[in-house]
């Protein structure tokens, strides 16, 4: 199994920079997908951005340009660097990692964006 640990959330204000951590641990496979999704107060869970081992990367249209996905293979780390955040960025951002058929996500970490 494989546990994920998010960190970085906060309240900022919009147009503000903020930048999201999440730590893998447990039987880690060099094969993955792995990435953010987030869940607004609501409303479903979306995706926001993926990256694969291969390198390649998947954006929601609405955080394209502005959101930026990174994967560290030596510290098994995934990131999110989001870039000129707005009100409607606001939820709760939740890793995930998918290996070996079996998905896994982290408890979330919140993102609030508020003047």
């Known amino acids: 199994q494989v546990q994920l640990v998010e960190s970085g959330g906060g309240l900022v204000q919009p147009g503000a920079s903020l930048r999201l951590s999440c730590a893998a641990s447990?039987?880690?496979?060099?094969?993955?997908?792995m990435g953010w999704y987030r869940q607004a107060p609501g409303k479903q869970r979306e995706l926001v951005a993926l990256?694969?081992?291969?390198?390649?990367?998947r954006y929601a249209e609405y955080v394209e340009g502005r959101f930026t996905v990174s994967v560290d293979n030596a510290k098994n780390m995934v990131y999110l660097q989001m870039n000129s955040l707005k009100p409607e960025d606001t939820a709760v951002y939740l890793c995930?990692?998918?290996?070996?058929?079996?998905?896994?996500w982290g408890q979330g970490t919140q993102v609030t964006v508020s003047s």
């Open positions: 447990g039987n880690i496979s060099s094969e993955y997908i």
């Open positions: 990256k694969n081992s291969r390198g390649t990367t």
């Open positions: 995930y990692r998918w290996q070996w058929d079996n998905p896994a």
